[in-house]
Structure formats: structure tokens, C-alpha cells
């Protein structure tokens, strides 16, 4: 006799939508997230995405930078069959914007390697600049107008439809490398009178898929390279959504499920498939991320030279924070954009380092130039340390979930204060942090923790976002929609006498998921996955 449960659960197995959003174990989608890009102390992000159909496609490459996640840079690329796109993200000076350049021969619009009217570096290569107009002028907001905000963020890839060949020979121009004609006729496609102008549609297909990329972080003075895989979404869109390159569509909130104007449905909590309203679409990505907590090893050793860094980003924050684009409801974030800003006191400047704990206060001196932990209403984070030995252990948490009311008090826990957030260890100094040059962290104290140099921390993730289950059962999904990596550098002076051997590390953080499954009875029980 089969075992109830087990066939309880093959039966929810088979029910599920195969169309549904979900996060590909294999690497492979419709929409690529990259929790980081950096142009920062010497660092240069290069850009890897291929598509591994038979199908043509047209993708929209968005950055965002790393405060609100505004749109700092957008394109629109198109690749052939088997077609690999390259580019990298680099800077000329230190307080410049990001600039993005590419020697790869497949078409993006605005083009770039041929263009005739972008700026031009001394060797008269083309690159796109980024931008701060979407956070200044007309669309400014509470956040500083500085162009350095453009240096560090995170990136997406949404797939817009598939080029075919119907009536206007698409397809054969993204495919042509042999010259420029081909790119040409399709950046003129975008232009006043062009055929995408006047209808996006043209020559476009619902996107199939097939997609997968990876950037890598490279500091060529030390001579290290910091490789990631993007996280991959598949069941996205099963409509064409093709738009010209500085749309503001489409974004992680448009995702249609199923079919459009059906629920939106997403996977990734055991078999269910959870379900939202079309105009909660962004909700659906958002579960399909959401961690209740994330761990990761830190090494800070003088002996080895170690630096450690975290990197957490919020790829869906933005639609719950920013007033410009949230909705009424905020879960399960707390805190307002800006909120944060006007706490962090960053209206028309880079946020100070936040340190936890903070330092403590010479009353004959000045007060440092540092926010304190409990000045910073971000999202509040629990945070546990542990040394190599499994302790001794130090634990930051609160009793209530949001505002960190109780014992001990409210002063004790860091926060996430941005979109994309990086966690240095036992690095006090003011300027930006060693390995990644971010100046959007926090800095843990381990020494005054009494964990010391090396461990593993945990950050619990506070928040809830309801949801409704296909199986007619309620959900109370936990934590924040977090995503990154743990950067460690290695310098090592005991190879040869004069020499330094640079090693470099990346390490994705482990997570985990929690569930509370609200019955129509009332009755509830946790499960963790």
C-alpha cells in the first residue's frame, strides 16, 4: 500500500503548473538576477550571458544601484541562436560613474562597439556611461543626487519574446556577424518610423527560456577574479514584452504566471505552488526568494591576510520601498526608503560606515563620524557569531519581528539599510571597505564580539509575506527576499621572499526557508525548508 503521505505529496508534484515562476536548479531561465556589480577600489565586474536555445532573443540588461535600486543603465540586447554576449562594467577615476563597453559582435540598441555618437575612450573604444537621471531631476529621489551612486548595484536580464523571421527579417539581422548591416537595420528599428517603434510585437514570439549568465568581479592590480552564477527564474512571462531600451518595463514586477490576467503563480517552497493577484505579480518573485536566514563563513586573520565581505541584496526591495513605485502595502519590508535616507543623514552625500557594535564614545573627544546602529531603521537583522570551535556564540535578536522592541534593547541589532548591502568584518577604517570598495556597508566588530577573527555568523531575516496556495490552503511565508555572497581575499607574503601571492574567493550564502501554513480551521504548524 502506498504511504499516505507520500502520495499526498506526488499527487501536489504532478498538480503543479509546470508554467509556473520558479528558481531553475540548473541555471537556466527567463530572468537572470546578479546580486552585485562594483566598480570600486580597483574592481571591474565583467558580464557573461548565453543563450542556450535554438531560438532567437531579445533581453532587456538593467543595472540598478545599490541604495533604492534606481535604474542607473538599460539596454536592449539580442541574441542569436547559441549566441554568447560579453561586456564589462568599469570606471576611469575613482569618483566617476560606471561605464559599460563591449567588443562582442551581437546586437544591442543603443549600440555601443559601433556606435558614432557615444563618448570614446583614449584608444577610441565606445562605452555607455550610466546615469544618475533616474534618481535626480525629474525623477529624483530622497537619496543623493551623486553620480557615485552609479558605482555598485545589482543587475538583472528579463527575456522579452523570441526573434523570428515573420515579416521583417529579424532574426536573420541578429544573426548576421559577418558585418554591421545587420545591427544597424535593428537599432533602426527603435528609431522614429522604425517597425519596433511603431509596433514591438513585430517579428516577436513569447520568451521560451534557455538563458544563463554569470559575472565576475576582477581587482587586476591584486591580480583576483571573484566568479558568480546569476540566479535564474524560468515560467516567467508567457507573453511578448517587448519594449524599447529605456522602458521602464519590463521589471521583476511583470511576470504573468500562467497566462496573463490569470493568478500568478510561483514555486519553491516543497511542492506547492503558491498563487497572487496579477497586480501582486512582484509578490510572486519576491516568495520565491524570501529566506528566513542566511549564514556564511568570515576569515580576518593578519596571519593570512584575510578580508572578508558580504554581499546581501534585495532585488525586489524597491517595489515595496520606494514610494515612487510601492504599493500600499509594504510586507514584508518595514521601513521606507526614505526613512532610511533621512535617518542615515545621506540626503546630498554617501552614507557613513555604520559599525557594529559602535565604538564606544571618548567623552573628551569628538563623537566619530559614524551612525549607530539603533539611528538606522533599515531592516533589522538578527545576528549570531560563532568562532571556528562552534563558540562561544553571541545572539542579537528582538521579540517582536519588526521593530526590535524588547530585551535586549533596540540598540543592539545592524540593520540592511540599501537594496544591495555589503557586511565588512573588523574593517574600521572610514573610507570604502577593502575587498569590494563598497560604500554602502557594515561593519561587524568581531574582536568586540568575542568571536575573534574567524567563524561563521547567521543573519535571521525578520519579515512576513502572505500567500494563497493552489491547494486552497493559506501561507505565512518568513524572512526578506535576500540573495549574495561572502568575498574573501587572501594575501600570503611566505611564498617567495619579495613576493605576494593574491588569492581570491567567492562563496555563495547558504539560506533557509520557513513557511507557516495557515489552516481554514486556524489551526498552524511551521515547516522549514
Known sequence: MKHPMLWFAAAMFVSAPIAAMHVDPGGLGQVLIF?????????????????????????????????????????????APHDIWTA?????????PAKLATLDASCTVPLIGHSTSLPQLPGGRRFLPFSNQGYAGAHDDPGPDLIERTREGYFEIIE??????????????????RNTDGCARIDAAWTIGGYWTQSADTDMRPPGGGLGASMSIVDTLNGTLLTSPALAIGGFSSIVQHTAPAAATPDLSSGTGVVAGDPVRSTGFGFDTLQFT?????????????VSALANDYVTGAQVGGASEWVVTMPTRKFYTDDAVAQSDRWPFSRAFSDTVARADAAQSMPPLVRF??????????????????ELPGERVFLTLWNREGGPSRTYRCAHP???????????????????NVISFNQPQLSASAVLGSRLRLDIDTHALGVGDEGWAELSLPG????????GEQYELKGLPAMGFWALSVTNSAVTPGVLANYAALVPHRGTRARTILFRADAAHSEEH
Request: hydrophobic share 40%; proline share 10%; net charge negative.
Open 464 to 471: 512576513i509575506l502572505w500567500a494563497d496556495g493552489t491547494d
Open 160 to 177: 522579452m519574446g523570441e526573434v523570428v523571421n515573420a515579416s521583417r527579417h529579424s532574426l536573420d539581422d541578429i544573426s548576421d556577424y
Open 357 to 374: 557594535p559602535p565604538f564606544p564614545r571618548d567623552p573628551g573627544l569628538p563623537a566619530p563620524p559614524l551612525i549607530q546602529p539603533f
Open 35 to 79: 546580486p552585485y556589480y562594483t566598480v570600486n577600489g580597483g574592481n571591474q565586474t565583467l558580464i557573461s550571458v548565453g543563450n542556450r536555445s535554438d531560438a532567437g532573443k531579445a533581453l532587456k540588461l538593467r543595472f540598478l544601484e545599490g541604495m533604492n535600486g534606481r535604474e542607473v543603465a538599460a539596454l536592449n540586447v539580442y541574441l
Open 402 to 420: 519588526v521593530y526590535c522592541i524588547g530585551d535586549p534593547p533596540a540598540e543592539l541589532f545592524p540593520a540592511l539599510a540599501w537594496a544591495s
Open 88 to 96: 564589462a562594467v568599469f570606471s576611469t577615476d575613482d569618483h566617476g
Open 278 to 290: 496579477p497586480e501582486r505579480a512582484i509578490d510572486a518573485v519576491t516568495a520565491l526568494m524570501m
